[in-house]
């Protein structure tokens, strides 16, 4: 229904024409604000279920168009900080913020999707009774009203897309094919070409090669690293391999806060990593 | 990256979109001969044959077949809200019964002075000696005010519980049990004198519709083919949300709710768009009932006769449209014949039936004649 967006605070988008000044830019509906470079911040979130604390005062910024890997023991918090972003689990305490401007916190799930914020799961979900080009179809960005849901055609050129990715995630032989009937990796390539549809700036892929052959989970490290620099991605991952291959910047959770960030080799060599994580 | 030279080279093709015709040629044509059968070969069986002909058709057989036509148009649209979106109502009952007593209320003025009291209020106001129309009745005695009744009354208590319950994220179980509940407590209204409706007794008596006799059989063909237009008109919509992106997005939500957040489609008004319009076809369904079976009471809203209607549902073939109608057919036409012949059988023989169908029939009667998994 309402796609409003909150704001966390005045940051030029009226009319008050400081587009030039130091401080107030001119903002336009459904642009994100990474005037700082960061598109997404957490500030001190935490999170409790039951007395657990899940995220215990969490703090993370993501740079816009970074590719950035955390790893973390069971139980770190890596899928609550991802329920947290996506407006699934509310934080008990703490900021986030899509960008300067837009506070995830208030937001539902749907509305920050369509803010830019793609999310695998860590167990692929697709829509299983639809085929894998009407599972394209479906999160190709654009009309998400429902009135218009009534007699929607999906024009030439969005047929030509929805053929582009299921190039990118191989899977034109099966375009026509239920997607209950996919493989398990053809489902997590297909999840991820509906994450691609949707056009996102910021994706988060929670433990996104599990399942996948070498070969996939390959080809899947260089998709990402080929996307790096045009849309921000944050990977959960345990296959040590595979952030290797991808990751500039790595962050290690452990019981709800950051442990430790930096490349992987400086990570690997953290004391306090080697003794919750690496070590054992 | 093959595909992409392919469009390069021929920019025209479209290399696998989803079938979009609303119906094959075989379902048009069934679809065809079902109302030519509708509007041309029971009129003519009811009103031209001479009654010892074997192809006549009676009153007795023109008012049953029309009473499981508004099952089955129930039956439709209970499944487009637990076959395609995934909520086991078990409350349309309710829905049908609110059609229906929209319908009666204007059949109850249409009986003017001519009731028992010879009163210009229907016969139970006199008997519970009231003096005048309460606000709610105002406006009855017209025919355009109760089609308008008939789409609103159904449509906005769905509108307001699903806003409730969809927004709430009720789901599920406790969904199905809270449907179940809101029919319960409405029943337990209309049963009450004070709430206007007739108390338990109802609405009948009914003498006639828009001035003509209820019980001609003139009447009753008309009624007939209304009903038979109405059905084939629900299913042919309901046909029509399913196929469309809208109905694609409610099959997603029934499959995968929180994928079709997180793709950046609010799931309430989806379910609230499919769950208000099954319910105002229900109360079309209810609203046609009425006239041809000559009343309505709060009966109608026992929780029994929602599950019913799932049954119905489940026999056909839960998420085919076409299936239900089936079920809503074999269950009703069995239980007329059974409550006749063997009265004390028929709770049994339905039992039976429904373990059968779940047992050997998982996708109920429809999945007989399906070729290829869905």
Redesign the interface.
Same mark, same amino acid.
């Given at each position: 229904m309402s796609t409003a967006i909150p704001r966390l605070a005045a940051s030029g988008a009226g009319s008050s024409g400081g587009g030039e000044s130091g401080y107030g830019h001119l903002l336009r509906e459904g642009e994100i604000d990474v005037s700082h470079r960061v598109i997404l911040y957490l500030e001190d979130v935490s999170v409790s279920f039951d007395g657990f604390r899940a995220l215990d005062a969490l703090s993370l910024a993501i740079d816009d168009g970074e590719l950035r890997c955390v790893i973390g023991p069971n139980g770190a918090g890596k899928t609550t900080m991802m329920d947290v972003i996506t407006g699934k689990t509310r934080p008990d305490a703490g900021r986030v913020s899509f960008g300067q401007s837009i506070d995830l916190t208030r937001m539902r799930e749907s509305a920050i999707a369509q803010a830019g914020i793609g999310r695998k799961f860590q167990k692929p979900t697709v829509f299983e009774q639809h085929t894998v080009w009407e599972n394209l179809e479906l999160a190709l960005k654009g009309e998400r009203r429902w009135w218009r849901g009534l007699a929607w055609r999906t024009t030439l050129d969005e047929a030509r897309r929805i053929d582009e990715l299921l190039a990118t995630i191989r899977l034109e032989d099966e375009a026509r094919r239920p997607a209950g009937l996919l493989a398990h990796g053809q489902k997590q390539r297909l999840e991820i070409g509906i994450l691609l549809a949707q056009e996102p700036r910021l994706l988060l892929l929670d433990e996104p090669v599990a399942g996948m052959t070498d070969e996939e989970s390959e080809r899947l490290a260089d998709l990402l690293v080929a996307l790096e620099g045009r849309q921000s991605i944050v990977v959960v991952e345990h296959d040590m391999a595979f952030v290797r291959r991808i990751a500039r910047r790595v962050t290690v959770l452990h019981e709800g806060r950051v442990l430790a960030e930096g490349t992987l080799d400086e990570v690997k060599a953290d004391d306090a990593v080697v003794e919750v994580y690496l070590g054992r | 990256?093959? %595909?992409?030279a392919d469009?390069a080279r021929a920019p =025209?093709r479209? @290399?696998?979109? *989803?079938p =979009?015709a609303l119906f094959s040629r075989t379902g048009w044509a069934i679809v065809a001969a079902a109302l030519a059968v509708n509007c041309v070969l029971v009129p003519i069986a009811a009103l031209v044959v001479p009654g010892t002909s074997p192809f006549a058709i009676s009153a007795y057989g023109l008012t049953l077949a029309g009473k499981i036509m508004c099952y089955a148009l129930a039956a439709v649209a209970l499944d487009l809200v637990w076959g395609y979106c995934g909520v086991l109502s078990l409350g349309h009952g309710l829905f049908f019964a609110l059609g229906g007593y929209a319908m009666g209320m204007y059949l109850m003025r249409q009986i003017g002075r001519e009731g028992v009291y010879q009163s210009d209020l229907p016969d139970f106001m006199v008997f519970l000696d009231w003096k005048a129309l309460p606000w709610f009745w105002q406006g009855s005695d017209s025919f355009l005010w109760a089609l308008a009744m008939i789409v609103l009354v159904p449509g906005t208590v769905a509108f307001l519980f699903g806003w409730f319950a969809f927004r709430s994220r009720v789901k599920g179980v406790y969904l199905s049990i809270i449907t179940q509940a809101l029919t319960y407590a409405a029943m337990l209204l209309f049963f009450r004198n004070d709430t206007g409706f007739g108390g338990n007794n109802g609405f009948t008596d009914f003498k006639r519709i828009l001035g003509f006799p209820v019980a001609a059989i003139e009447t009753r063909v008309v009624l007939f083919v209304a009903t038979g237009l109405a059905l084939a008109g629900g299913v042919v919509a309901c046909r029509a949300?399913v196929r469309?992106?809208? +109905?694609? @997005?409610v099959? %997603?939500i029934?499959? %995968?709710e929180?994928? @079709?957040?997180? =793709? +950046? $489609?609010? *799931?309430? *008004? $989806?379910k609230l768009?499919v769950w208000t319009f099954s319910a105002v076809l229900c109360g079309i369904a209810g609203a046609l009932y009425v006239p041809q079976v000559g009343i309505i009471n709060p009966s109608e809203m026992a929780p029994a006769n929602s599950i019913e209607m799932v049954i119905w549902v489940a026999i056909g073939g839960r998420g085919t449209l076409v299936g239900p109608v089936a079920g809503a057919a074999i269950v009703n036409g069995a239980k007329s014949y059974f409550t006749a012949a063997f009265p004390e059988f028929w709770l049994f023989f339905l039992g039976a039936l429904f373990v059968a169908v779940t047992l050997f029939l998982p996708r109920g009667v429809a999945g007989l004649f399906r070729r290829r +998994?869905?």
């Open positions: - | 990256m093959n %595909a992409i469009l =025209t479209r @290399v696998a979109p *989803p =979009t949300v469309s992106k809208l +109905g694609r @997005v099959t %997603a029934r499959d %995968a929180s994928r @079709v957040m997180f =793709t +950046g $489609y609010d *799931p309430l *008004p $989806y768009f +998994g869905a």
